[in-house]
């Protein structure tokens, strides 16, 4: 039997992500999520990986990935594109668009 009501699990994802997606433009941390749904770090940690299936980490790295692919269909430079997707630093930005992506910043807008 599958129940209709949304789950404790469920509820506490729910809120988790939609802290995430609300605050990727800056510096968030796992304790801060963590804290915004009242469990100890360590706690939410594993929660989060066990009910959504990727740990906190990977979620917001997909999240701020896919918010700077939106923005590089505009002109923005990538340097203002890093700092709105939360990266303090445009080179880390690259790095880490590039490791998730394989295209770096730059390659993946020529080829929209």
């Given at each position: 039997?599958?129940?209709t009501v949304?789950?404790?699990e469920?509820s506490?994802i729910?809120?988790?992500?939609k ?15 963590a804290?915004?749904?009242f469990?100890s770090?360590?706690y939410f ?13 990977a ?8 918010h700077a ?9 990538v340097?203002c594109?890093?700092a709105e997707?939360?990266?303090s ?17 730059k ?6």
């Amino acid at each position: 039997v599958i129940s209709t009501v949304a789950s404790p699990e469920t509820s506490v994802i729910k809120r988790a992500k939609k802290y995430i997606n609300e605050n990727f433009s800056r510096d968030i941390s796992l304790e801060d999520v963590a804290e915004s749904v009242f469990l100890s770090t360590a706690y939410f940690s594993r929660y989060f990986k066990q009910y959504s299936g990727e740990n906190f980490s990977a979620y917001l790295l997909r999240v701020r990935v896919n918010h700077a692919k939106e923005l590089l269909k505009t002109q923005k430079s990538v340097k203002c594109i890093a700092a709105e997707c939360g990266y303090s630093s445009a080179g880390y930005f690259v790095q880490s668009f590039k490791k998730y992506t394989g295209l770096t910043p730059k390659e993946y807008r020529t080829r929209l």
